[in-house]
């Protein structure tokens, strides 16, 4: 199911929640993400939200850049979801390319991430 301002409101939430992830703006980025988020990346490394926000706060984890590709989102009443291609950036030079997909519940009235997972697009 489509419903096209719901799935704006997801795409800008998306857009603001990675914004926040490259800038480290972890009090912008810890309201964004629910509690029990757990995150895949594209090596199969999971992340709760404790583990990710806190790599990135202390720096072991930096975005130079995230560059979404066209989002596509699906949702329901209580949930959505958005996939899209993206480019990542790190300090070290190197760029991943993938597919992202994050899933968002509606809780207490308030779209968060509780999922994301990474898959590396193979050149």
Known sequence: MTDKPL????????????RALVARDIALAATLHAD??????PAGKTFTKAA???AIETGDLVY??????????????AMAIVRYPVTLAFPSGNTVHCWHTDSYELRDGQWLAVWSQATAIKS
């Not at 799935?7 to 990675?18: A, M, N, P």
């Not at 029990?36 to 990346?41: E, H």
């Not at 130079?64 to 009443?77: D, H, I, L, N, Y």
């Open 52 to 54: 990710y926000l806190g």
């Open 64 to 77: 130079t850049r995230w560059e979404p590709g066209e989002m596509a989102v699906r949702v329901s009443p």
């Open 36 to 41: 029990d988020y757990q995150l895949i990346t």
């Open 7 to 18: 799935s704006e409101r997801i795409k800008s939430l998306e857009l603001q929640r990675t």
